[in-house]
């Protein structure tokens, strides 16, 4: 068994428990961190103005706060994934040098 083929068995044995919240971040990051979506994302917006320092006002900054903070959650529970993926993957790989 390669090293990839079981990096992918750990992931898809670890999705079950991760799937409720990194599908729940990733739905609200699509629809409240983007909208309003035209003529583009409100965050990316609130982004620009932070970026030039015109982001000064306060009913501003609690918009970036508040389209920001589901990409906040998506990065935070798709990294909890990822690590505890790979925290399995290397305990796989400790059992199976230790088994033969």
């Known amino acids: 068994m390669t090293s990839a083929s079981n990096l992918r ?7 079950p428990r991760h799937r409720a919240r990194v599908m729940g971040a990733g739905l609200a990051s699509l629809t409240l ?7 583009h994302a409100h965050v990316y917006k609130q982004l620009v103005n932070l970026a030039n320092g015109t982001l000064t006002a306060p009913i501003d900054i ?5 389209h920001g903070a589901p990409w ?13 993926a790979a925290r399995n993957h ?3 790989r400790v059992q199976q040098s230790s088994a033969t």
């Open 9 to 15: 068995d750990s992931l898809a044995a670890t999705w």
């Open 33 to 39: 961190g983007l909208a309003p979506f035209y003529p």
């Open 62 to 66: 609690f918009d970036l706060v508040l």
């Open 72 to 84: 906040v959650g998506l990065a935070f529970f798709g990294g909890r994934f990822v690590i505890d």
């Open 90 to 92: 290397s305990q796989r």
